[in-house]
């Protein structure tokens, strides 16, 4: 195994260590695996974490217009309800919070435990499950479909209907909303190393690729011989079309899975936007890059979001994360 | 060979066209292989290029508070000189143009070939010639040393200057003094594969590492068993810091090569900073993440750049391109 980690036993909080000298105006708690911004007294506060090695979900996107707090697990382990509770209590700003959860079993279990936690605190807790997979019905880890790339887009417009000052039932109401508009199918030509395992989560012959993938190395749909980029997005798309139909305006995410160059998510955003665009979709906002990775992997996921004008503007609002910032 | 692109022959077009696409605030003449902002009236333009491969570099950069311009030429390969004529062409706005350029041989050859129609048509042209990396003295592709990690910081500080309205003889002195402040080196866990060659540039064993390597796959120092991240950053800094006194307060970029998890750049980051941090420099500006990489490259690069206060007010300056954007 070949990585650029001192030991896989001491990997999450030597990244923690790194992320908070290089963000010094977010608050990290190496100790307690918890990463915060302040809260704004009377508006509603985001909270997402998950297990590691999504980078930069979810630590990266905490930041004004996005989420208030993230807590990593370890590498694809759940957050433990003790260290999400805390971050709860750390950014409430007394109008209540939003978990932000992807759909794993683990994660909606300790999700669970920990809003009971703050309601007895007296914190006024929403949650929003993602499950925008189309690939699978259920996984190896989930019940019903995986959360995947759809999160970057809840967070940041559930994000910014908080900023706006938005009571708790509309923030949730709204991610809600823009979790049923999003679809996602991803793609593997080789799978990532869990650095505590030492060997790739599965193996793929050199002309094989993975259809329908997750992003812990859990099985997909299918495997077949690789294929050029065109059949590739057609490929995720009719999965995605078949479930949900598109017209009108939408948004795609082109997300890398972590060991892909972004030269080849330009050739896949191209050959995305060509296909929807040929039956009449208009992709009106777009985000290509790595995003909701899966450690080293190579290939890419697809997510596409029917647009409103009211979501459309809430994605526009500033937002200042390490991994998203844009302004007026 | 396993990449999302349809064929090597259409990869830089297909490329471009998916970056146009995503990117509608530039103007991209895929055609012409140039990415073009409007230039300001009476203000110097910056415009870089250089072979493909290692995006975000340089199209990425191009946006208000950076370059007005860029070039790719084929992966790995020059621009063409009238390519770059080309674009200085189109930015021009009357005070002159600023070439960055990388030192590789045809990259400087193609760039002055360039300054000199640009020079007929009566548009002045300044140029930097970027060349931090102490890895290696002479390389493959280069005389002297190999440009690399600085040339962002080269393009962003000197964006600045330009946007600040600084004359063109100033906005060069600048970019030379970030390239004569900055030093890199690099590491390799796993060789990058050219698309149209379709194998690894070098192979190394399940346990080994290159030490000092370049952008293209050329030769790096030496090569060892795969080593802490610890020690990497150690050796990185002990070369740099062989070649140019650390102290005071520096910038530092530890900058994937396209296919190491953003999780692991932070851990690097974490042992660069403790290791400057022991010796009393105070690492004052940080970036963290894909930025000059090589293809599907698995390795890091570590830059320094000293700081002085001029410096770190250009670099905080606002800055909104694809790949580097933050605002006041």
Redesign the interface.
């Known amino acids: 195994m070949?990585?650029?980690?001192?030991?896989p036993g001491t990997?999450l909080t030597?990244?923690?260590?790194?992320?908070a000298?290089?963000h010094p105006a977010l608050d990290v708690d190496v100790r307690r695996r918890i990463v915060t911004r302040a809260p704004t007294p009377g508006r509603v506060s985001l909270v997402s974490g998950g297990g590691?090695?999504h980078?930069?979900l979810h630590a990266?996107f905490v930041g004004p217009g996005m989420l208030h707090a993230a807590c990593p697990g370890e590498v694809f382990t759940s957050p433990v309800p003790g260290q999400i509770h805390a971050a709860t209590t750390a950014v409430s700003g007394g109008a209540g919070v939003l978990h932000v959860v992807k759909n794993y079993t683990g994660d909606v279990l300790n999700f669970a435990l920990a809003a009971e936690l703050a309601d007895d605190d007296g914190i006024e807790i929403a949650t929003v499950i993602v499950d925008d997979d189309v690939a699978v019905e259920d996984s190896t880890h989930t019940a019903g479909r995986r959360g995947t790339g759809a999160t970057v887009l809840v967070e940041k417009i559930a994000g910014a209907a908080a900023e706006n000052g938005e009571k708790l039932a509309v923030v949730a109401e709204i991610a809600t909303e823009v979790n049923a508009r999003s679809r996602s199918y991803g793609v593997a030509?080789?799978a990532?190393t869990v650095p505590a395992v030492g060997t790739p989560g599965f193996t793929l012959a050199?002309d094989e690729?993975e259809w329908g993938i997750g992003i812990h190395g859990e099985p997909g749909r299918r495997r077949g011989p690789?294929a050029?980029?065109?059949d590739?997005a057609a490929g995720a798309l009719d999965a995605i079309a078949a479930d949900m139909p598109l017209e009108g305006e939408v948004l795609v995410l082109v997300n890398g899975m972590?060991?892909?160059?972004?030269?080849?998510?330009?050739?896949?955003?191209?050959?995305v936007?060509a296909w929807l665009e040929a039956r009449g979709v208009r992709?009106a906002r777009?985000l290509?890059g790595?995003y909701v990775?899966s450690?080293?992997m190579?290939?890419?996921s697809i997510t596409v979001m029917r647009l409103t004008g009211t979501l459309r503007d809430l994605w526009d609002a500033?937002v200042?994360t390490p991994a998203l910032?844009?302004?007026r």
């Open positions: 070949k990585k650029l980690i001192n030991t990997l030597d990244a923690l260590t790194g992320f000298a290089a590691s090695g980078e930069p990266g030509l080789r990532g050199e690729m690789i050029p980029a065109r590739i972590g060991g892909t160059p972004l030269m080849e998510l330009y050739v896949m955003f191209a050959e936007t992709v777009s290509v790595d990775t450690l080293d190579t290939g890419c500033p200042e910032r844009w302004g």
